[in-house]
C-alpha cells in the first residue's frame, strides 16, 4: 500500500508523525508544567502569603500587645512605651488583616473571618481601655494595668484561636494544592514516558515499513539492472505496482529497454544491411581498379602511338624543309634556262605551228597536272598529300635530266617518308601514264617540224619548253612543301596537346586509381566494422517479434 504513496509523502510523514508528537507532548508538558507553576504561585499567594499575614497578626496580638501590657504593667516599660508599641501592633493587624480579606476566599476562609472580625471588634474595645488607661497614667504604669489582664486575655485569646483556624485551614489549601500539583507531576511524567515510549515505537515502525517500502523496490530495480547488464538481455521487465518515484524509474526503466530493444533489433537489420553494401562495394571497387589499369594500359599504348606520331611529322616538316630548299634551287636554274629561251625562241617564230601542237600537247599535260591536284585535295592526310608531291617532284626531277637530279634524291627521301600512301600513289602513277603519253605526243608534234627547223633550234626550243614547266612545277613543289610544312607543324602542336592531355588522362587514371584502392580499403574496413557490429549486437538479448 505506501508503494502507491510517493517517496516524498512517505519521508514527511515519517518527520510529521514524530515531530507532530514530540509537538503534542510539548504542548501537554507545557500545559501541565504552566498548571503546576499557576499551583504554585496560587500556593504562594493564596496561602503562603496569608498565612505569613495571619501568622504576622497573631504575633502581634501575642507579643507586641499582650507583652506590651505585661512589661508596663510590670513597670519594665513606661506608659507612653508601651501605648506605642500597642497602637503600632494594632495598626499592622488591621493593616495585614486587611490585605488578608483582599485575597480570594473559599466559603469556609469567609466564615472563618467573619468569625474573626467578630472577635477583631472585641479586642479592638479592650485596646482602646488599655490605651485610655495608658494615657491616664502619669507616672509609672506598673500595677495600673491588672484590670486589663483579663479581658485582654479573654478577649485576644478567640482572635489568635480563629487566626490559628485560618492558619490551619491555609496549611490543609496548600496540601491540596501540593497534592494537585503532584498528581499533576505524576500525570506528565507519566504522558512523557508513554509518550516517548509510543513515539519511538511509531517511529521505529514507520522507519521499518517506510525503509522496506524503498529499500526492497530499489533492491528490485538494482538486481534487474545487474541481470541486464551481466546478461545483455534486453527483453527483461520490471513489474509495476505502485505510483511513487521508484514505479515511475521502474516505468521509465521500462520504456528505456523497450525502445533499446528496438532500436538493437533494428540495428541488428541495418548492420546486415551494411555488411551486404560493404561486400558489394569492395567487389564494385575490385572492378574498378580492374578497369582502371586496363585504361591506364591503353592510354600508355595511345602515348606511345601519340609519341611515335610527333616524331613523324617532325621528319615529315624536316623533309618537306630540304625539299623546299631543292626546289628553290631548281627554280633559279629554270629561270636561267627560261632567260635563254626567250632569246632563242625570237628565232623560232616560224615553228609557230609545230609549237602550237607542242603547246597543246603541254596544255593536256597541265589538265592532268590539275587532275593531280584534286587529287592532292581529297588527300586530307599529311602522307597523302606527301604522295602526290613526291610523285610530281619525281616526274618533274626525270624530265629535267641530270639537272633534277638532286631533286629526285630528296624527291626518293619524301617518298620513302610516304610509305602508308601506296593506293594514292598508284592513282598518281596512272596520271603520269596519261602526262607520258601527252608528252609522246608533243614529241611527235615536234619531230614533224624537224624537216623545217635546225637539229639546234627544235632543242633549244624543247630546252625552253622543258624549263617552262619546270619552273611551274617547281612552284607547284615549292607551295606543296609550304602546305607539307605547315601541316606537319599543326600535326606536330596536335600531337603534342594530344600527347598533354594524354598525360593528364593518365594522371587523372592514377588518382582515380588512387581514391579505387582508398575506397576498396574503405569497403574492407566497412565490412569489418560491420562484423565487428553485428557480434557486438548480437551480445543483446532481444525480444521475439512475431
Request: a negative charge.
Amino acid at each position: 500500500m505506501l508503494n502507491r504513496i510517493k517517496i516524498r509523502s512517505r519521508l514527511l510523514l515519517s518527520y510529521a508523525v514524530p515531530v507532530l508528537a514530540i509537538i503534542a507532548i510539548t504542548l501537554y508538558g507545557w500545559s501541565a508544567f504552566n498548571t503546576a507553576e499557576k499551583n504554585v504561585t496560587s500556593l504562594y499567594d493564596n496561602r503562603v502569603v496569608p498565612l505569613k499575614q495571619l501568622k504576622t497578626i497573631s504575633d502581634s496580638y501575642a507579643v507586641f500587645i499582650i507583652d506590651a501590657v505585661n512589661k508596663a504593667n510590670a513597670g519594665l516599660i513606661s506608659g507612653n512605651e508601651a501605648a506605642n508599641n500597642i497602637r503600632q501592633a494594632n495598626d499592622t493587624i488591621h493593616q495585614e488583616w486587611s490585605h488578608y480579606t483582599e485575597n480570594e476566599l473559599t466559603a469556609e476562609e469567609q466564615r472563618l473571618v467573619a468569625e474573626t472580625e467578630r472577635a477583631l471588634r472585641s479586642a479592638d474595645e479592650v485596646i482602646a481601655e488599655a490605651l485610655e488607661v495608658l494615657a491616664g497614667v502619669n507616672g509609672s504604669p506598673s500595677g495600673r494595668l491588672n484590670a486589663i489582664d483579663g479581658p485582654l486575655y479573654r478577649t485576644i485569646d478567640p482572635v489568635t484561636a480563629k487566626i490559628d483556624e485560618l492558619m490551619q485551614l491555609q496549611l490543609r489549601e496548600a496540601a491540596v494544592i501540593r497534592d494537585h500539583t503532584t498528581e499533576v507531576h505524576a500525570v506528565t511524567v507519566s504522558v512523557f514516558v508513554i509518550g516517548t515510549a509510543a513515539l519511538l515505537v511509531v517511529m521505529l515502525t514507520l522507519g521499518l515499513l517506510i525503509g522496506r517500502s524503498i529499500s526492497q523496490p530499489i533492491h528490485n530495480l538494482q538486481q534487474m539492472i545487474n541481470r541486464i547488464a551481466d546478461n545483455s538481455d534486453l527483453s527483461l521487465r520490471l513489474d509495476v505496482t505502485g505510483t511513487d518515484e521508484i514505479s515511475d524509474t521502474s516505468s521509465a526503466l521500462n520504456n528505456m529497454l523497450q525502445k533499446m530493444d528496438s532500436l538493437v533489433q533494428r540495428l541488428s537489420g541495418a548492420t546486415a544491411e551494411v555488411a551486404s553494401a560493404a561486400e558489394e562495394m569492395s567487389a564494385v571497387s575490385s572492378q574498378t581498379q580492374q578497369s582502371i589499369a586496363a585504361q591506364a594500359e591503353q592510354t600508355d599504348q595511345v602515348a606511345t602511338a601519340m609519341h611515335q606520331m610527333s616524331a613523324a611529322s617532325q621528319d615529315v616538316a624536316r623533309s618537306a624543309s630540304e625539299a623546299q630548299s631543292a626546289a628553290g634551287n631548281a627554280d633559279e636554274l629554270s629561270e636561267e634556262g627560261r632567260q635563254k629561251g626567250q632569246d632563242n625562241r625570237r628565232r623560232l617564230e616560224a615553228l609557230s605551228t609545230e609549237v602550237t601542237q607542242v603547246a597543246d600537247a603541254i596544255r593536256s599535260l597541265a589538265e592532268q597536272s590539275q587532275s593531280i591536284g584534286r587529287v592532292i585535295q581529297v588527300i586530307n592526310e599529311i602522307a597523302e598529300q606527301t604522295n602526290l608531291l613526291a610523285l610530281n617532284a619525281a616526274i618533274e626531277a626525270a624530265r629535267a635530266g641530270d639537272q633534277g637530279r638532286g631533286f629526285a634524291v630528296v624527291a626518293d627521301e619524301v617518298r620513302s617518308l610516304a610509305r602508308r600512301t601506296q593506293d594514292s600513289t598508284e592513282e598518281i602513277e596512272a596520271m603520269v601514264s596519261a602526262l607520258q603519253s601527252q608528252s609522246e605526243k608533243a614529241v611527235t608534234a615536234m619531230e614533224s617540224g624537224q624537216h623545217e627547223v635546225e637539229l639546234s633550234r627544235d632543242q633549244v626550243i624543247e630546252v625552253a619548253d622543258i624549263l617552262e614547266r619546270i619552273g611551274g612545277a617547281v612552284e607547284h613543289i615549292t607551295s606543296m612543301g609550304t602546305q607539307i610544312a605547315s601541316a606537319a607543324e599543326q600535326q606536330s602542336v596536335a600531337a603534342d596537346q594530344v600527347n598533354a592531355n594524354l598525360t593528364h588522362i593518365v594522371e587523372v587514371a592514377e588518382q582515380t586509381r588512387t581514391g579505387a584502392d582508398h575506397t576498396a580499403q574503405g569497403s574492407n574496413d566497412l565490412a569489418r566494422l560491420a562484423a565487428e557490429l553485428q557480434a557486438m549486437v548480437a551480445e543483446f538479448r532481444i525480444s521475439q517479434r512475431a
